[in-house]
């Protein structure tokens, strides 16, 4: 599933529950300075499918206040209600549920249950129980999980249509920590894969596309950056340039060996 197709160009769209998407690049909606910073940010970074904590994020639910509606409307932008700050199942699916009446029935979600408050590290046995209820009330869940690939595919099976392991923890800017166990869920996908979480900069987003993930998932490290807007940029240019690095196929590696840059065949005498 997620090796190249020998036809497959930068342009080829992420495809997500059967809807194709301009952008492999997703970014969240919070700790921005306000919503006008989140707008100039979200539009910097190409992204059409943004994120938002329902616990934490007004979309309707306080009249009177500024809404994310206004600085983001769902005609331009794809919305992904997400349940960041729940710890159990139930409150996990209650809180989507409420995401999918703000935004009129909209059925896609990330699915986010929690194991602790230190490490923002998720409970497996509770994403898993939180996934087979929402799927079977229609919603199309993409799912924030550890970086087990026995999970992973436990959570395919499940019918969750994206599987977004972290890289390293939630807000960490750590970067990827896990290449290898990467590979692994990612050569036995068979839906899209995209890193969510512990992105700290651009190269950080370059190397989880180069390693075949079909997009990347981003917040703090857009949000906290000195210049988020350009820090933005910085994502969208690095999610493309990874991407066209993996389809391009790296040189292999070559342990204690050298070899010249120049041919070494028909040198002038």
Same mark, same amino acid.
């Given at each position: #599933?997620?090796? @190249?197709?020998?036809?497959?160009? *930068?342009?080829?769209?992420? %495809?997500?529950?059967?809807?194709?998407?301009?952008?492999?690049?997703?970014?969240?909606?919070?700790?921005?300075?306000?919503?006008?910073?989140?707008?100039?940010?979200?539009?910097?970074?190409?992204?059409?499918?943004?994120?938002?904590?329902?616990?934490?994020?007004?979309?309707?639910?306080?009249?009177?206040?500024?809404?994310?509606?206004?600085?983001?409307?769902?005609?331009?932008?794809? =919305?992904?209600?997400?349940?960041?700050?729940? =710890?159990? &199942?139930?409150?996990?699916?209650?809180?989507?549920? !409420?995401?999918?009446?703000? *935004?009129?029935?909209?059925?896609?979600?990330?699915?986010?249950?929690?194991?602790?408050?230190?490490?923002?590290?998720?409970?497996?046995?509770?994403?898993?129980? &939180?996934?087979?209820?929402? %799927?079977?009330?229609?919603?199309?869940?993409?799912?924030?999980?550890?970086?087990?690939?026995?999970?992973?595919?436990? !959570?395919?099976?499940?019918?969750? %249509?994206?599987? #977004?392991?972290?890289?390293?923890?939630?807000? /960490?800017? #750590?970067?990827?920590?896990?290449?290898?166990?990467?590979?692994?869920?990612?050569?036995?996908?068979?839906? @899209?894969?995209?890193?969510?979480?512990?992105?700290?900069? &651009? /190269?950080?987003?370059?190397?989880?596309?180069?390693?075949?993930?079909?997009?990347?998932?981003?917040?703090?490290?857009?949000?906290?950056?000195?210049?988020?807007?350009?820090?933005?940029?910085?994502?969208? *240019?690095? %999610?493309?340039?990874?991407?066209?690095?993996?389809?391009?196929?790296? #040189?292999?590696?070559?342990?204690?060996?050298?070899?010249?840059?120049? @041919?070494?065949?028909? *040198?002038?005498?």
């Amino acid at each position: #599933m997620n090796a @190249p197709a020998q036809t497959a160009t *930068l342009n080829d769209p992420l %495809v997500i529950a059967g809807r194709a998407y301009r952008s492999r690049l997703l970014v969240g909606t919070g700790k921005y300075r306000d919503f006008a910073q989140t707008r100039d940010a979200v539009v910097a970074s190409g992204a059409d499918i943004v994120t938002v904590a329902i616990r934490r994020t007004n979309l309707g639910q306080q009249a009177g206040e500024p809404s994310l509606l206004d600085a983001l409307p769902p005609d331009e932008f794809t =919305y992904l209600p997400n349940s960041a700050g729940c =710890y159990t &199942a139930d409150d996990a699916v209650r809180t989507l549920k !409420l995401g999918r009446e703000l *935004l009129d029935g909209h059925p896609l979600c990330k699915l986010e249950v929690l194991g602790d408050a230190r490490s923002l590290f998720p409970d497996v046995r509770e994403t898993i129980r &939180a996934a087979e209820r929402l %799927v079977a009330d229609g919603f199309q869940v993409m799912v924030y999980t550890s970086d087990d690939p026995i999970v992973a595919r436990e !959570l395919e099976a499940l019918g969750c %249509v994206a599987i #977004m392991p972290l890289a390293s923890l939630i807000g /960490s800017g #750590m970067g990827i920590l896990n290449p290898w166990n990467l590979r692994l869920i990612l050569e036995a996908a068979q839906v @899209p894969v995209l890193v969510d979480a512990g992105v700290g900069t &651009a /190269s950080d987003a370059a190397v989880a596309m180069e390693l075949g993930c079909a997009g990347v998932l981003m917040n703090t490290a857009i949000a906290q950056a000195r210049d988020p807007v350009r820090m933005a940029r910085a994502m969208r *240019l690095a %999610v493309d340039a990874g991407r066209e690095a993996f389809l391009a196929g790296r #040189m292999p590696r070559k342990l204690y060996a050298a070899d010249p840059s120049s @041919p070494t065949s028909g *040198l002038i005498a």
